[in-house]
C-alpha cells in the first residue's frame, strides 16, 4: 500500500445539555478526526478522550500524531503488518489514538473488498444493531433504557424508577448508579425496586472492593453492570469470581480492535454480556463503535444513538428516533468527515 498523506481535523463542539458520570460533567465534546490516504482511498477514524475518564489528554494525543506524522513518508510502500506495528508504537499509552487508527486503516481494507467495516472485522457480523431507547417519551415494545440513579433524593428516585416501571412494565431499566451507594445503601435501594423490571444495575458501589460486590450479589436478585472499572482495569477479579452479569463498553476509550476482541472472548468465557455505549463523538466514532458492536454480534441494544447529545445539526447513518441500524448496505466505515 502506497502513502499519500495523513490529515488531522481538530474539533470542539457543544452538546445539548449536561452530561454527567461518575468522574465529571460535560457542556462540550473535543477530539481529532484523523484522515490516512493510503493508494486511492481515504479511511477515517477519531480521536477523542473523554476528560477525567480516559488514560490520555487531548495534548498528548496532537504529540502522538505530530510523531505518526513525522514517521510516514509519502510515496513509501507499506504492508498491513507494518503499518498496526507503527500504529502500536506510536500510540503507546493513547488507548483513544490507538483505536482511531485501526478503524482509518481498517475502513481503506474495508472499502477494498466492498464491504462494510464490520463484515471486513467479521464475514459473519450481524448486519443489524438494536438500540436502546434515549427518551422514555419514546420508546417501542420491549425496549430498554439508561436512567441515572442520584440525581434527586434517595427516596425521590426510587419513587421514580418504580413509577416509571409500574407505567411501562415492559420497558427494561438499566440503572446507572454512578458508584453512588455504600454497600448497605444500595442493598436497600435494590430491595425498594424488587417490584421493577431491570435489565441490570450499573457501578452500584462507591468501590470494586470484592468483599462488597460478593456480600451485594448474595443480598439482591438485579443483575450487575460494570462501566468505569472496565476503563480502570478494575473488573477482572470481580468477572473471575463470578460476580458481573453485564460489561458496558465504550471502546474508543479502551484501545485498539484486537484488545477489544480480546476483551470480548474474555468476557464472553465467564458469561458476561457486552454492551457498546457512546463516548459521545462524531458521526465517524460513532459508526466506528457501531460497526465493531456489528463485527461482535453483539444483538443486544446499545447506547449509540448519539441524536440526544448534541445540540443540532448531528449528522448519522440512522434517523434521530431509530431504534435500529441496518448496515446492509454500508461499505467501508459508512462515515466520512469533510469539514
Not at 46 to 62: H, T
Not at 175 to 202: G, P, Q, S, W
Request: proline letters at 2%; hydrophobic letters at 40%.
Amino acid at each position: 500500500m502506497i502513502f499519500k498523506k495523513i490529515e488531522t481535523v481538530k474539533y470542539q463542539t457543544n452538546l445539548s445539555s449536561v452530561f454527567k458520570n461518575s468522574q465529571n460533567a460535560y457542556s462540550e465534546r473535543s477530539g481529532y478526526i484523523i484522515k490516512i490516504y493510503f493508494d486511492d482511498y481515504c479511511g477515517c477514524g477519531e480521536a477523542s478522550p473523554l476528560p477525567f475518564f480516559s488514560k490520555e489528554n487531548i495534548k498528548q494525543v496532537e504529540w502522538k500524531l505530530e510523531e505518526l506524522k513525522a514517521s510516514l513518508m509519502i510515496g513509501n510502500s507499506y504492508s498491513i503488518e507494518e503499518l498496526y506495528l507503527l500504529f502500536e508504537i506510536f500510540s503507546k499509552d493513547c488507548p483513544s489514538l490507538k483505536f482511531a487508527l485501526d478503524i482509518a486503516l481498517s475502513d481503506i481494507l474495508s472499502q477494498m473488498k466492498g464491504v462494510s467495516l464490520a463484515k471486513h472485522l467479521n464475514k459473519n457480523a450481524i448486519e443489524k444493531i438494536n438500540l436502546s431507547a434515549i427518551n422514555i417519551n419514546n420508546i417501542q415494545p420491549g425496549a430498554s433504557i439508561k436512567i441515572k440513579f442520584g440525581v434527586n433524593q434517595l427516596y425521590e428516585d426510587i419513587k421514580i424508577l418504580n413509577s416509571i416501571s409500574k407505567k411501562n412494565p415492559d420497558l427494561s431499566l438499566r440503572i446507572d448508579f454512578n458508584r453512588l451507594c455504600k454497600l448497605e445503601d444500595a442493598i436497600l435501594v435494590c430491595d425498594e425496586l424488587k417490584d421493577c423490571n431491570i435489565e441490570y444495575i450499573e457501578e452500584p458501589l462507591q468501590n470494586s472492593y470484592k468483599k462488597n460486590y460478593i456480600k451485594l450479589k448474595d443480598a439482591i436478585s438485579q443483575p450487575i453492570a460494570l462501566d468505569e472499572s472496565i476503563l480502570d482495569g478494575s473488573y477482572k477479579e470481580l468477572v473471575d469470581l463470578k460476580l458481573i452479569d453485564y460489561a458496558i463498553l465504550k471502546p474508543a476509550l479502551f484501545g485498539g480492535i484486537k484488545e477489544i476482541e480480546e476483551l470480548y472472548k474474555y468476557l464472553n468465557k465467564n458469561m458476561v454480556k457486552l454492551i457498546i455505549s457512546s463516548s459521545l463523538q462524531t458521526k465517524v466514532g460513532n459508526m466506528s463503535e457501531i460497526n465493531l458492536a456489528a463485527s461482535l454480534r453483539l444483538n443486544d441494544q446499545h447506547g449509540l444513538n448519539n441524536y440526544a447529545f448534541f445540540d443540532s445539526g448531528y449528522e448519522a447513518f440512522y434517523n434521530a428516533d431509530s431504534f435500529m441500524i441496518d448496515l446492509k448496505e454500508v461499505v467501508g466505515l459508512g462515515a466520512c468527515y469533510n469539514d
